[in-house]
């Protein structure tokens, strides 16, 4: 199993940055993505960002060419960098790792969630 944790979070100004982690700890036999959603307030839980076993990213459209997802597999650790925030990215924002148990099934790992509050 795995247990994730993310940091970073907090209270920034439009148009500033924060980078978020997530650190994975525990074992599965493989992890195939690992990737970032969010949950404003009254709103659904929606897809951010991710990245997947060869290194290909892929971003919302709300968020691409303002956020950067990246890795640190000696870490186990995954990154979400992000720049030029607006007030409609504030959520708690959840890292997510997919892969394969040692059983051979798919599993599908969430952290707490980390607040980002963007506010002047």
């Known amino acids: 199993q795995l247990q994730l944790v993310e940091s970073g979070g907090g209270l920034v100004q439009p148009g500033g940055s924060l980078r978020l982690s997530c650190v994975a700890s525990?074992?599965?036999?493989?992890?195939?993505?690992m990737g970032w959603y969010r949950q404003a307030p009254g709103k659904q839980r929606e897809y951010v960002a991710s990245?997947?076993?060869?290194?290909?990213?892929n971003y919302a459209d709300s968020v691409k060419g303002r956020f950067t997802i990246s890795r640190d597999n000696a870490k186990n650790t995954v990154y979400l960098q992000m720049n030029s925030l607006k007030a409609e990215d504030t959520a708690v924002y959840y890292c997510?790792?997919?892969?394969?148990?040692?059983?051979?099934?798919?599993?599908?790992?969430w952290g707490i969630g980390t607040l980002v509050t963007v506010s002047s």
């Open positions: 525990g074992s599965i036999f493989s992890i195939n993505g």
């Open positions: 997510n790792f997919k892969g394969v148990s040692y059983f051979g099934e798919d599993v599908d790992y």
């Open positions: 990245i997947i076993g060869g290194g290909r990213t």
